[in-house]
């Protein structure tokens, strides 16, 4: 089958999209922990990048072959920032250190404000999917949090009485925490003595100053609430700003016998977890020694893959990937973490392609689940293509368009590693003691936004896939 022949035969399978999403409808509560806060968005130019590094007199020098991966000072942002730019690359830098915040705000400003966190993005979604009850952990929940909360009424939150209510009308006397997300344009450029830095794809770097979620700080009324009332899913995340310095791996420690009491209370719950950018690297592994086996699923993207790899003692592995991001070798990637890790489901998503891995117990098939995953990808490029989703239309904007080519070239070089030439055309394949679900991806020419996708993907793949 040529490509236009395996376009036409997805855009079929596709179909069911609708289906699914009448589907998800029907759930009662899914819950959402930990992280939610509050985006200040910016777009930034080679142009104006390069204004900035003169200012603040950087030197080519220091710009080349960055190896820094956290703040010593606050213009260390710049640098960041040329990093990520250069290599097409996000990361996520935290820091305890308030001037980086006040240095942000004065140097860099923002265009925007928008809902961010993984609990927050996740909980808009799956709210604007029609779950009949969301119920969001949020740390801080001043009014300029709540206006980041879509207006609906299955999106709820707790008071400063512990009554759960609509997200939108909730407004306790905390702190906002606001995030910084730098993005920049593939294609971009700038020069800075005889060196030209030209940005490959379009990406961002996240700056956070964040004290109650770096503290993995929980809100009581909400561990007291699942402690009694069942949900299908808990969508867990905000472990990755956690810092080992601020008593990070105490923190994932402690917070390991809440969730076991929440499944106790629950034990048909699903618990996913998303990874997110985890720089700190003694984090890093505490949330694959402690949270990993607790979650029955695990969602993750090609670099978090890599930052898993170089934890595990995989780096060769990783080296190879990091020469050529191919599905075949995140593949290879995605069965370690499997056998690895145990975990019932893992999900991985990278450029055109998603792949999940999961064992004939999990209590979905591989079916649902490639459903899940089709699901996903309509509802997250037509978030790309929108910008946002913030009304139900928006969701599936992009329904009807073809999988992208380089999806389905992965997915047949895919197929042929695993000498499983059926897997091209339904997704679906066993290997060894696995079912490998695999789908190519809806992708947007010119994307709005990339902030939050993964969070997007993984949910939507996990609660879709019915
Ligand atoms: C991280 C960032 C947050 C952003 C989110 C997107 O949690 O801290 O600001 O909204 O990632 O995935």
């Known amino acids: 089958m040529d490509t236009k022949q395996l376009q036409i035969l997805w855009a079929k399978k596709y179909q069911i999209v609708p289906k699914q999403l009448e589907k998800v409808k029907k759930i009662s509560a899914v819950a959402t922990a930990f992280n939610t806060n509050i985006d200040a968005v910016v777009k930034i130019s080679g142009k104006q990048l390069k204004k900035l590094l003169e200012r603040h007199k950087i030197s080519e020098t220091e710009l ?9 000072e606050p213009k260390d942002a710049l640098i960041a920032i040329v990093k990520c730019f250069a290599r097409g690359i996000a990361e996520e830098w935290t820091t305890t250190d308030i001037s980086v915040y006040e240095w942000l705000k004065q140097e860099i400003g923002y265009d925007r404000l928008q809902m961010g966190g993984q609990g927050g993005i996740i909980a808009n979604a799956m709210a ?5 009850k969301v119920i969001t952990h949020t740390n801080s929940h001043p009014e300029l949090q709540a206006k980041q909360f879509l207006d609906l009424d299955n999106l709820l939150a707790f008071d400063v009485n512990g009554q759960l209510k609509k997200a939108t009308e909730i407004a306790r006397n905390e702190p906002p925490m606001i995030h910084w997300i730098i993005e920049f344009d593939k294609g971009d450029n700038f020069s800075l003595g005889d060196k030209t830095f030209v940005c ?4 961002r770097f996240i700056a956070t ?4 979620n770096m503290n993995l700080a929980v809100n009581q009324h909400f561990k007291t609430y699942l402690n009694n009332h069942k949900v299908s899913y808990l969508l867990l995340s905000g472990f990755h700003p956690l810092l080992k310095e601020n008593n990070g791996l105490k923190l994932i420690k402690n917070i390991v016998p809440v969730i076991k009491k929440w499944q106790k209370a629950n034990p048909k719950m699903i618990v996913h977890l998303e990874v997110a950018s985890t720089q700190d690297k003694a984090v890093r592994k ?4 402690d949270i990993a086996p607790i979650s029955q699923s695990i969602g993750l993207n090609e670099r978090e893959t890599l930052d898993l790899l170089n934890v595990l003692g995989k780096k060769a592995l990783a080296q190879k990937i990091e020469r050529e991001m191919s599905a075949c070798n995140l593949f290879d990637a995605l069965l370690f973490l499997k056998e690895k890790l145990k975990t019932p489901r893992i999900q991985l998503h990278m450029f055109g392609l998603y792949m999940s891995l999961q064992d004939s117990s999990f209590p979905r098939s591989a079916d649902d689940n490639l459903k899940g995953m089709m699901t996903a990808s309509v509802v997250a490029s037509s978030k790309a293509y929108n910008g946002a989703l913030a009304k139900y239309q928006d969701l599936t904007a992009t ?14 070089s895919l197929a042929q590693k695993l000498k499983a030439p059926e897997l091209i055309k339904t997704g679906i394949c066993q290997v060894g003691n696995y079912s490998l679900s695999a ?3 809806i992708l947007v020419e010119k994307p709005k936004t990339l902030v939050g996708m993964g969070d997007t ?10």
């Open 286 to 289: 505490a949330i694959i020694d």
């Open 457 to 466: 993907i993984s949910s939507v793949s996990l609660i879709g896939g019915r």
């Open 64 to 72: 080349q072959n960055i190896k820094l991966t956290s703040f010593r």
């Open 128 to 132: 604007l999917l029609g779950i009949k």
């Open 399 to 412: 329904l009807g368009q073809s999988v992208s080519e380089v999806g389905l070239k992965e997915l047949s």
């Open 200 to 203: 490959p794809k379009s990406n």
């Open 209 to 212: 100053y964040d004290p109650l």
């Open 439 to 441: 789908v190519p991806t």
